[in-house]
């Protein structure tokens, strides 16, 4: 009897160890964050890394995990500027690196890459490989997503946020290409340390050559990753 109940007991065991192993596997990882910069005006232009067309073509075809916000900068609607404050609570207190593009930028026919475009509503997506894995759309000013704790959840249960981050101006392609040094990156441990951006699943991982123009209006930390 005692040998049967160990044996469930290793069995049961087993299956909890497999299913916290599965949902681990499960989460989308970011291989890199950024350093929330508070000396910054709290704005997406700020904080999100703004990118175009082009830009956004090339991120999907070298297969990259990012997260996306589509939105209109110049939404006057009172629901934006509450999930405005939402976004930028998370990337705070995460030192997420969220990339955010115009819905005007897929205008023309421009491929949509399976994102939901909306000029009235905000969409965030997250991509995985390159491609769309889960998406949401705001809709109206009573969706509780726009609520920091639904946004956070929504995120949280479908990506894992890195704990290395972006913090010098050697991010920049300016500071790379020129061999000046490797990227600084801040460990979990909190201390700075140099990094060479290290492969995975056979491709270069780190921030993309559309960061110089953050670089260049003297924002690195917001720079396009």
């Not at 000013?141 to 946004?151: H, P, Q």
């Not at 995975?200 to 260049?216: F, I, K, V």
Request: hydrophobic fraction near 30%.
């Amino acid at each position: 009897m005692k040998k049967r109940f160990l044996f469930c007991a290793v069995l049961t065991s087993l299956s909890l160890l497999s299913g916290c192993q599965k949902e681990e596997a499960e989460l989308i990882n970011i291989t890199f964050g950024k350093l929330y910069d508070s000396s910054l005006e709290e704005t997406i232009e700020n904080h999100l890394v703004t990118v175009t067309h082009s830009e956004l073509t090339s991120l999907v075809s070298e297969k990259k995990e990012f997260i996306l916000l589509v939105y209109d900068k110049n939404n006057t609607c009172t629901c934006w500027e509450e999930f405005e404050k939402t976004i930028l609570s998370f990337v705070k207190r995460k030192n997420a690196l969220i990339y955010a593009i115009a819905p005007t930028e897929f205008d023309g026919g421009h491929e949509t890459f399976g994102l939901n475009i909306t000029k009235n509503e905000e969409t965030i997506a997250i991509f995985e490989d390159g491609e769309v894995k889960h998406q949401k759309t705001t809709r109206g000013d009573k969706d509780e997503f726009m609520k920091e704790g639904k946004f956070a959840s929504w995120l949280s249960e479908k990506v894992h946020f890195s704990k290395m981050l972006y913090v010098s101006h050697t991010d920049s392609p300016e500071g790379r290409s020129s061999g000046k040094g490797s990227p600084t990156v801040k460990g979990a441990g909190g201390e700075p340390r140099a990094h060479t951006p290290r492969l995975t699943r056979g491709r270069r991982t780190g921030l993309p050559a559309m960061a110089r123009r953050g670089a260049a209006n003297g924002n690195p930390a917001a720079s396009p990753g």
